[in-house]
């Protein structure tokens, strides 16, 4: 409406056509492979039993919060241009939405296996490759406390990553629990963990002696040296299970951890989760205060710097600010447009004009009636396919929008064909043209 | 984060896990649906050589109203929780955007066919049945003003609904040129047009007697009479248009639009859309001020009062409030949710409450590798399954669980079958349960 308005008042200031900062398009080339991307990445939830589920992108802003004001630092209010206040904001993530679905939905039967897929809107402020609208990709197991369940989540991200065709990257796979013990191994007192655990997060940035350092400000040199011994576990996966295993006895929370960590080592060989795309870090720390158990998080090795792509871990405390109770549950969320862009600096993106296969010209107005047959036929046979529409007519103009378009053929019949009862298929790749008979132009694109 | 503080503040207040006024969620089984509708719209969009794109859900505020304050009464406006103002809101549609994207970029080929399916968000105050969210399926076309284009647009309409298996629809096609020319054919001033046109819109709703009646306050008597006339324009599309254009014989606006009608007709035809599901209706109008052509509106049969499906028409002023210039353009909008709604109320969705086909049983923990060997088979072969994590490992939990979430088969595997080298397979449905060798399993299911 307001457009048609503005049409009428000539002399009006011309609006830029511009994005808010922090906000992007993606034009047709990317929506296609964006499309494609997660059309894979819905196949392989799918078939690993993940159901889809969607929440709305508004929630109320007590629920984000958590009831703590201090805390919507990132969100984004909105507020109806009607109305004064407002108490509702734009989702930040989509694990929040679940949980409050969940203490609203008792009834749903557990383990409940959902996926969810959309955008979620963060209010920080913009920079280059930070954006402030972006697309996750969910998968969580709510209502199982089995490890069975956390070697699930790693198994769907080793094998979206698979399905992707992707082969070069590693899911980093640790415990909370393991980290939880660090007071008492180390024997510092218990209110310095988070940030001991800051510093041994920023490992395979800065290295071991820049945070062996940090260390010695945190904690006493005892404490700092026995943090060493641990931050020194290498190895192969049983070595590095083992040496915890030593160095942590008779802790209990760290051996529980440690213990999960083995049922989950063992559940990846049976899923066949190869062990070249995963290793235990103990380096991997993810979120403060958040998860309860293991923790995963995946990096392309080729692009270690672009950050986690797809990370997660169990987190039991899900529903607890709704119903003040317990539920266990475990999942993981896929940073799409991330991906997108790392699959881009791979290389590996092949990013083409238009889906379209075929075009069909549009030459003679007479012939109107057998345009529209062609392609009615062409996209009975799910081929996508475009009848030309511009308004420049010659013939030149439409073989000039097809290769501008990067339509892959071209289909040329005009009142000379009619009569030959053929049509003309042009491969603006080959450059090679065919005549073929009009009825069988399905079996020309068959093959 | 937020969740994970409020666990260690015990005896906090719950908060309460709703869903602000005009919002709501989708669960599984709906999900599911709804899924497979996008799927089957945006297969047809491609087929008619659409491509996808994509622009977020926010835009400049000045960009949504076209400049005006007070037009920007329906939008939520955004405001990051660090800023002081906001001049940031949620689209309302995706054609604005679309118009933004072109401006921004004018070197896109055109004709530009592009299809856009996405929420928008409109701040009214809730109804039951209206929501503040709801998803939209565009198709447009840029760049052509030939009536093969509004063709299209009505095809793809078309198409969609026969896909989607409906065929007890219709498609009221008029053109705001016809009615144009209705101050100069009923001799009325040309500023009453809006409100003579907001009446005939009624018609359908409310019969021709009450609408002459209420045309009798807006115009004189002879006018009234003229627009009656022109109201009780019956019969076939033949019929109709012959007596229309009788009637606007000399009306040089109206005589343009019955000659697009005409071309319009003859390229429906040619396409294959069946007469039966579209007709010529003089009475559509369509938003006042926004459409310059052709316009169109979907209804099914039988359910009128749920009002238009899926609606366009041609607007040719589309970036106008950006660049100054015209550029011809002619799409249709989906009302993805209405149609939904619509089709549950027509008894059409057939609701499953998962997609996962088999459930394979955790009875024995030694035999967990065959387990998970057993599901990756299944998955890879892309039949959804799950392998069962529910922490109560019980063989009728087991059962249980499968029968409450309508998975239809599950797999059964113990130390006796291992033996023996099979598995039992029991359809849910039927009962039925049968023995096959283990390495048969797939074809099990393959049939």
């Given at each position: 409406?307001?457009?048609?308005?503005?049409?009428?008042?000539?002399?009006?200031?011309?609006?830029?056509?511009?994005?808010?900062?922090?906000?992007?398009?993606?034009?047709?080339?990317?929506?296609?492979?964006?499309?494609?991307?997660?059309?894979?990445?819905?196949?392989?939830?799918e078939d690993f039993g993940f159901d889809p589920m969607e929440t709305p992108a508004v929630e109320r802003t007590e629920v984000l919060t958590g009831g703590e004001k201090e805390s919507g630092k990132i969100i984004f209010?909105?507020?109806?241009?009607?109305?004064?206040?407002?108490?509702?904001?734009?989702?930040?993530?989509?694990?929040?939405?679940?949980?409050?679905?969940?203490?609203?939905?008792?009834?749903?039967?557990?383990?409940?296996?959902?996926?969810?897929?959309?955008?979620?809107?963060?209010?920080?402020?913009?920079?280059?490759?930070?954006?402030?609208?972006?697309?996750?990709?969910?998968?969580?197991?709510?209502?199982?406390?089995?490890?069975?369940?956390?070697?699930?989540?790693?198994?769907?991200?080793?094998?979206?990553?698979?399905?992707?065709?992707?082969?070069?990257?590693?899911?980093?796979?640790?415990?909370?629990?393991?980290?939880?013990?660090?007071?008492?191994?180390?024997?510092?007192?218990?209110?310095?963990?988070?940030?001991?655990?800051?510093?041994?997060?920023?490992?395979?940035?800065?290295?071991?002696?820049?945070?062996?350092?940090?260390?010695?400000?945190?904690?006493?040199?005892?404490?700092?040296?026995?943090?060493?011994?641990?931050?020194?576990?290498?190895?192969?996966?049983?070595?590095?299970?083992?040496?915890?295993?030593?160095?942590?006895?008779?802790?209990?929370?760290?051996?529980?951890?440690?213990?999960?960590?083995?049922?989950?080592?063992?559940?990846?060989?049976?899923?066949?989760?190869?062990?070249?795309?995963?290793?235990?870090?103990?380096?991997?720390?993810?979120?403060?205060?958040?998860?309860?158990?293991?923790?995963?998080?995946?990096?392309?090795?080729?692009?270690?710097?672009?950050?986690?792509?797809?990370?997660?871990?169990?987190?039991?405390?899900?529903?607890?600010?709704?119903?003040?109770?317990?539920?266990?549950?475990?999942?993981?969320?896929?940073?799409?447009?991330?991906?997108?862009?790392?699959?881009?600096?791979?290389?590996?993106?092949?990013?083409?004009?238009?889906?379209?296969?075929?075009?069909?010209?549009?030459?003679?107005?007479?012939?109107?009636?057998?345009?529209?047959?062609?392609?009615?036929?062409?996209?009975?046979?799910?081929?996508?396919?475009?009848?030309?529409?511009?308004?420049?007519?010659?013939?030149?103009?439409?073989?000039?929008?097809?290769?501008?378009?990067?339509?892959?053929?071209?289909?040329?019949?005009?009142?000379?064909?009619?009569?030959?009862?053929?049509?003309?298929?042009?491969?603006?790749?080959?450059?090679?043209?065919?005549?073929?008979?009009?009825?069988?132009?399905?079996?020309?694109?068959?093959?």
């Amino acid at each position: 409406m307001a457009l048609a308005k503005k049409a009428k008042v000539k002399l009006r200031k011309l609006i830029k056509p511009e994005l808010p900062g922090g906000f992007r398009d993606y034009g047709t080339a990317d929506a296609i492979l964006k499309q494609r991307l997660l059309e894979k990445v819905r196949k392989t939830f799918e078939d690993f039993g993940f159901d889809p589920m969607e929440t709305p992108a508004v929630e109320r802003t007590e629920v984000l919060t958590g009831g703590e004001k201090e805390s919507g630092k990132i969100i984004f209010n909105i507020k109806g241009s009607r109305e004064k206040g407002s108490d509702s904001s734009l989702r930040f993530d989509l694990t929040v939405p679940l949980a409050r679905f969940l203490a609203a939905n008792p009834e749903v039967p557990k383990p409940f296996k959902r996926y969810q897929i959309g955008s979620v809107w963060r209010g920080e402020s913009p920079q280059v490759g930070r954006y402030r609208e972006f697309m996750q990709a969910d998968v969580d197991i709510v209502g199982s406390s089995s490890m069975d369940a956390d070697s699930e989540v790693i198994a769907v991200m080793y094998q979206v990553f698979k399905n992707l065709g992707l082969n070069r990257f590693v899911i980093n796979i640790s415990n909370r629990k393991v980290l939880n013990g660090l007071p008492e191994f180390a024997k510092f007192p218990e209110k310095k963990l988070f940030e001991v655990l800051r510093t041994i997060d920023k490992t395979d940035k800065i290295g071991q002696e820049a945070v062996k350092k940090e260390l010695g400000k945190v904690v006493g040199k005892k404490a700092q040296e026995k943090l060493m011994e641990f931050l020194s576990i290498s190895g192969d996966t049983k070595t590095k299970i083992l040496r915890a295993r030593d160095l942590f006895k008779g802790i209990k929370v760290s051996e529980e951890g440690i213990n999960e960590l083995i049922e989950i080592v063992r559940n990846l060989n049976a899923f066949g989760v190869e062990q070249i795309n995963w290793q235990i870090n103990f380096y991997t720390v993810r979120g403060l205060g958040y998860y309860t158990g293991p923790i995963f998080e995946t990096y392309l090795n080729d692009l270690p710097e672009i950050g986690g792509m797809f990370q997660g871990g169990r987190y039991d405390n899900l529903v607890m600010a709704f119903t003040g109770q317990k539920i266990p549950a475990v999942g993981a969320s896929l940073g799409v447009d991330r991906l997108f862009a790392g699959l881009d600096k791979l290389g590996l993106l092949k990013r083409k004009a238009t889906s379209v296969k075929v075009l069909v010209l549009n030459l003679t107005p007479a012939l109107r009636e057998e345009y529209a047959n062609l392609t009615k036929t062409l996209r009975s046979a799910n081929i996508n396919t475009s009848l030309y529409f511009g308004d420049d007519k010659a013939f030149q103009a439409q073989l000039a929008y097809a290769v501008k378009k990067e339509i892959p053929f071209v289909v040329i019949y005009g009142e000379e064909d009619k009569k030959k009862g053929v049509v003309t298929i042009k491969n603006l790749a080959t450059r090679e043209q065919r005549e073929v008979p009009k009825g069988n132009i399905l079996q020309y694109f068959k093959k």
